[in-house]
C-alpha cells in the first residue's frame, strides 16, 4: 500500500498512526469506498432516500430534492454540511437542493475508509470522505449526463450541468436531472471520472451556511431524546454507585405504588423502573429500595489509582520510535553535556457530559428489533442488540438521529446493548433515558495518563528527548487490528511524530489498565501527549533562560509549514508585548503550544489573569491553523472555538475521582463547564494550504490546554503537572 508522505517510518522502522489504522482497516477486508457498488435499497422501516440510485450515496428523484447519503453522522461538528458540499460540488448542484438521509448500518457501502468499521470519529470524516463523496457526485453526474448525450446523439464533452440542469449551449436543448434519473440509474458506473480542479470549485473553500440550522432554530430536528412512539412508556435506570457492582436484592413495592409506575425490570447490574411518563419513572426509581454487592472495585480510590499508574510507568515499556542512542545520552546524567532536565505529567479520568444525555429507544417484537438513537457507530449498535437478542442483525434496525453532543461518548454501544436488555423485558417501544447523575457516573470515561519526559539541552537546543507514555489501550477493544506490536497509536499520537526536531529520540509505551470503563474522549490521545510535550518545552525553555516562542522556533528550522503556523499565532496574539491587565487578578501570563495530530498544524497562544487566590480566567485565545484544503471555513472556525471552549473547562475544572470504586461527581455542580461569562475572546486565523484535509472536530481541545497552562506557568511561575489547575498550588499569600 503507497504511503501518505506524512505516513513515513519513524527510526524503529515503525508507522504513523494513519498508516497503523489503515493497516487495521487492511487486515479487516481493505478499504471500502462505496462508490462503485450497487447502492443498498432502503428498507420501509428504515430512512429512505429518494428517486433513482447513482451509487450508495447519490438518489435523485424525477422532482424534488436530491438525497444525499451521510456517511458520517451529525452530532454539531457540521459534516452533514461539508459532506454535501463534496457530493453537491461535483454533482453540480446547489445545497438548497439537496436532503440529507443518514447511512443506515451498512459496512459493505458506508463502512469508514481509514477504520473500516461504520463510524464517526476521530476527527477522520473529512481527510477520509472528501474523496470518496466527490467521486460519487462526479459519477452519478457522468451518469446523468452520458444519458442526455445520448438521447441529443452529441458528444458528452459538449453538454454543462449547473444546478441539476443539463444543457447543450449549441442547440439551446435542457434537461433536468430528474428527467434522466431513472435511464441513468440503469447504467453500468463508469469506474474512473475526473474531478474538478480546485480553480473550478463553487462550494468546497466558500463559507456555507450549515445545512441543519434551520430546522434547530425552530425545533424540527429531532434527536434521539426527541423520539415519540405510539404506545411508548419511559424508563429510567439505576446501576451500582460501585463501579461493575451487581445487584444483591430490590424491593419492588414501593416503585409500584408510584402513580404512573408501570414494571420494575431487574437485571443483574440494573434496575429500570418503567411508567407512562420519564418523571413517573425517575419517582418510582427513588421510591426503590435496594442493595449492591460492590464487587472487586470496591476498594479503588483515586489516591490509588495515581500510584498504580505511576508505578506502572516505571516498569517496561514497548518501544514507538527510536533515533540513535537516546537512553545512553540522557544516562550520562549531570555529568553529560548542557542540562538534563525531567518532569512527568498526569490526566485524570473525564467525563463526556454532552448536552443530550445517554439515550435509547427499542421495540423488540415479533423476532425483530427496532432502534431509534443517536450514535456514532450504527454498525456496533446494530450488532450489538443483535448479540443481546440472539439474532440476525439484518433483523435488528436502526433509526439513527442527530447527536446533541458526542465527544468520543456516542462511540461506544453499550448504552443500545443497555436499553436492548431492558426492552426485552417490556412490551412495546420504551424510551431508556439516563439521568444526567447516571450519565456521568455510568460513563466510560477518558483515562488516566502519565506521561514521563527527559531531555538534554546543549547550546538551545535539545540533543536528547525521551518521552514515555502510560495509559490503557482503547483500540485494542475498539479496533483490534489498529492495536499492533503492543502499541495503541492513538496513545501515543503527538509523542511519536512531534513537529520538532529533538536530537536522539526515544518514545516507548506502557499500556496499563485499572478496571475503571474506559473509552475515547474528544481530543483523544493528544490531549496528554500534546500537553505533556508542550508543558515540558516551556519547562525547558525556562531552564534555559530561552523566549518560549523563541525556543520552539529553533526546533522548527527543517519544518516550515509548522514554523508559519507558530508564527501566525504569534503574531497575531502580540507575543512579546506586555499582557493587558484585568481586573479579574492582578497577575497575568501569556502561554504558547504547538501541535500536529489529526493530520492538522494548530498552534495557540492564550492569555490568563490569577487572583491571589488561585483562581484562574483565561481572557484572550488565538488560534493559528492550518488545516490543509478547507471545505467550509466557517466550519473549521466554529470547531476550533467550540473544542477551545470544551478544552478550557478540561484545564482549569474537569475531573473525575472515585472513592470506594464510586464516582464522586455528578452533575455540572461538581463536574464544571465553562460559563458564558468565563468564555475568552477567540481569535481564529486559517492559513491558506493547498495539502490534503486534515481534522478540525478535536485538535481545538487539545491545543488550548497546554497554552492556558503555560500562561500559568508564565503568571505565577509554578507549572501544571496533574490537571485540572489546584489553586491552591498558585495562590499567593496577602
Known sequence: MPLDPEERRDGAGRLSRRSLLRGGAAALGGLVLGISLPAKRARADEPRAVGAAMNAFVHIPTQGSVSLIMPAVEMGQGVYTSQAMCMAEELDIGLDQIEAIHAP????HYGHPIFYVQATGGSTTTMAWTEPLRKAGATARAMLVSVAAAEWNVPAAELVTERGVITHPASGRALSYGEVADRAGRLQPPTDVALKSPDRFRLIGTRARRIDTPDKIVGRTVYGIDVIRPGMTFAALMASPVLGGKL?????????????????VVLEDIVAIVGDTTWAAEQGLRALHMTWSPGANASLDQARLWADTETASTGPGVTVRKEGDAAGKLAAGKRGAGTLIEASYELPFLAHASMEVQNCTVHVHDGVCEIWVGTQVPGYAQAGAAQVLGIAPEKVTVNNHLIG??????????????????????????????SREQDIRQDMFRPLYHNRLTARVENGRVTAWHHRVTGPSILARWLPPAFKDGIDSDAIDGAAEPPYALGEMLVDYVRHENGVPFSFWRGVGPNSTVFSVESFLDLLARKTGTDPVTFRRGLLERNPRALAVLNAAAAKAGWGSPVPQSPFGRRTGRGVALMHAFGSLLACVAEVAVTDGGDVR???????????????????????????VFGIAAVLHNRITLAGGRVEQSNFNDYRLLRIDETPAIEVELLSSTQSSGGIGEPGTVIVQPAVANAVFAATGTQLTRMPLDASLIARSV
Not at 448500518?105 to 459493505?108: F, L, Q, S, V, Y
Open 105 to 108: 448500518p451498512d459496512r459493505e
Open 405 to 434: 453532543g458526542g465527544f468520543g461518548g456516542r462511540l461506544e454501544a453499550a448504552p443500545v446493548v443497555t436499553a436492548t436488555r431492558i426492552a426485552q423485558k417490556v412490551a412495546g417501544p420504551v424510551k431508556v433515558i439516563w
Open 618 to 644: 483565561v481572557t484572550k485565545v488565538v488560534v493559528a491553523a492550518d488545516v490543509g484544503r478547507v471545505i467550509n471555513p466557517d466550519t473549521v472556525v466554529a470547531q476550533i472555538q467550540g473544542g477551545v
Open 248 to 264: 444483591d436484592h430490590v424491593d419492588e413495592a414501593p416503585a409500584l405504588a408510584m402513580p404512573g409506575v408501570r414494571q420494575v
